[in-house]
Structure formats: C-alpha cells, structure tokens
C-alpha cells in the first residue's frame, strides 16, 4: 500500500481539546489510529492543547515524532473548550472533521459508523448518548431543564444528548469558521447553522484517567451563556416583570385611596414597608445583572481581541489548510518572538 505523505489531501481530520490529559493521550491513540487506518490512510490527528500544566505536549511530540499524522495546536494559556474547538476548525484540513474529547468517553470506534453516515450525505453526524444513568439526579435534572428552556426559548431546539462528539463535512467546517463571535456555545452553533444532520446513539464510556474538568458551577455557567447566546428573552422578562409589578403597585395605590378616603387614614406597617423595599431591590439588581451579562457580552466582541493565542505548533497536521493558517487577526494570533 502507498504511503499518505503529509502534503497529500487529507480526507479525515480529528480535532481532540485537551487539558492536562498526558495520561489519555496514549490509550487513546491506542483505540484511535487503527479506526482511522481502516477508514482512510489520509487522515491526521489534531490535539488542541489548551494550556495543559503537565506533560500533554511532550507526549504529543512523542506520537509526532513515530507518527507524522499526529499534531498538536498549543495555547499560550487555557482558552477554554469552546475556543479550542475553534481552534481545532481553524487547523483542521480534512473533507470531514470529527470532534471528540481525549478522555475515552467518547469510543474511537464510532467514527466508522459517522463516516457511513456522512456518505450517505449527511453534513452533520452527531453522537446522541442513549441515558446519563452514570451521572447524580440533580445532574440530570438540571441538563433536563436546560434542553427544554432551550426548546422554548431559543432561536432552535437541540437534539437532547447530542455534545461535541460528531463529524461535520468541511461546508458546515467552513461555515462555523465563518462565525466570529468571543462568547461561543458550539452546540447552539452547530444546529443552527442547519444542513442535513442524523444522530448515531452510543453509551458513554467511563473516563480512562483523570477527573473531568466540568464542576457544577462551570456547567451552570455554560448552560447560561447558551441561553443568553441564543434568546433574548432573559431581557424580555424583565420587561414582562417591570409591567406586571407596575400594574400591582397602581391597583395597591387605588386601593390606599380608595381605603383613605372611606376609612380614614392608616399608618402602614414598618415590616410590610422593608419587605417591599427589599424585594423591589433585589429585583432591580438582578435586571441589571442581566442587561449586565448582554452588555459584558457587547464590550467582549467590540475588543475584537484575538480568539485565541498560538504559542507552538507540533507537526504538520497543525499546519492548517494550504500549509498555514490564513491571517485573520480577529480569531487568532501567533506568537514567534523568544522570551
């Protein structure tokens, strides 16, 4: 069989985010690369380092140096799994691009099954997790709640348990590249840019080594930015709020009136006076943390920072499409001085 050199097309591109996963890097080549061999022989791998502490880097560079096909994209710092993602379509060469995590939760061996599927035409193969029995009923009640506040008050639904785990052909790559926003929710991105989309059920793996990196307040966070990436209607609340307790204070001033003039007057309660001062307080705060979120969230793109900083490149799989990365200063930056 001839050998894939690296400057020939690559038909399947791999992009995997990682954050000090030096212990899954190994085990998951393991699984991984004979997958890819039976698929296509082009085909290249891409880790997304996002500013892992330990040895993540140096065990890329190890499968680079016995496997050109293998590469790696290193942050200056931690970005975030969101715009590793990015990163990772940036880079990415392939017709078709599949995102997967390092932690064998998601099984290399699925990728056969998206392939076939994005063959039959599909530009958007997702992986849809079958139940969440492995995770804590507070857990799954909060993702519950989130699919079905993003059904109703979203731009468009999400196909509840579909994640990051999915093949997408290089048209839907190139349209999510297209996408210059900071305050990015992949998976809210992902179904709205359409396309003809399947889901492939799977049961999810125990993670190989480590802990994931998703507390619960982090997952809080992600879950609100993507309300707030895909609705206005957090805003539109308080609109509905502020008209309702306006129309209660009117018909309580009608009713004082009304009172004083056939009772005669009374002197108010000093309880009921604190409570509605302090109710009327918190409400305003939180209306103004809200608008707060939208205005953080204006003041984050007018920057116009890059997305993401570039500190190293290991093979050529990181190269990015024609041999570099095109020069978009909105997304990226590279860094190439010496410290």
């Known amino acids: 069989m001839e050998l894939f050199r690296p400057c020939d097309p690559i038909d399947l591109s791999v992009v995997i985010p ?4 030096s212990a899954n890097v190994g085990p998951l080549l393991a699984r991984l690369l004979p997958v890819l061999e039976r698929i296509t022989p082009a085909f290249e791998v ?14 890329i560079a190890e499968h680079n140096a016995r496997e050109p096909r293998i590469g ?16 990772g379509l940036d880079h990415a060469r392939g017709r078709a691009v599949v995102l997967m995590d390092a932690d064998l939760q998601h099984p290399p061996e699925l ?6 599927r994005w063959r039959e035409g599909n530009v958007m193969v997702y992986a849809q997790r079958l139940d969440r029995s492995g995770e804590s009923a507070l857990r799954r009640s909060f993702a519950q709640l989130f699919y079905r506040l993003f059904a109703q008050f979203g731009e468009m639904p999400l196909p509840e348990g579909a994640g990051d785990f999915r093949l997408i052909d290089r048209k839907g790559v190139e349209v999510l590249r297209a996408l210059p926003e900071r305050a990015r929710f992949s998976k809210g991105l992902y179904s709205w840019i359409g396309f003809r989309s399947v889901g492939v059920p799977y049961a999810v793996e125990a993670r190989h080594q480590g802990e994931t990196k998703w507390s619960f307040r982090k997952l809080f966070r992600f879950a609100f ?19 309702t307790i306006a129309t ?34 918190g409400v305003q ?9 939208y205005i953080g969230r204006i003041f984050a793109e007018v920057k116009r920072r890059p997305l993401y900083v570039v500190a190293e490149r290991i093979g050529p799989a990181a190269a990015g499409q024609s041999g570099g990365v095109p020069d978009d200063r909105r997304n990226r930056a590279t860094f190439t001085g010496a410290v």
């Open 72 to 87: 790696a994209v290193c942050f200056s710092r931690n970005f975030g799994k969101e715009v590793a993602i990015a990163a």
């Open 225 to 243: 930015d993507g309300i707030t990436s895909f609705s206005t209607v957090p805003l539109r609340v308080w609109t509905y709020l502020g008209g």
């Open 46 to 59: 891409v880790f997304v380092n996002d500013g892992s502490h330990d040895a993540t880097a140096a065990v």
């Open 111 to 116: 990728i056969e099954t998206f392939v076939a």
């Open 285 to 293: 705060l939180m209306s103004l943390g809200i608008i707060g979120e």
């Open 18 to 21: 990682v954050y000090n996963e």
């Open 248 to 281: 209660l204070a009117l018909l309580a001033a009608l009713y004082f009136v009304g009172e004083y003039l056939f009772r005669g007057p009374n002197v108010p309660g000093y309880a009921s006076l604190i409570v509605s001062v302090m109710f009327f307080s």
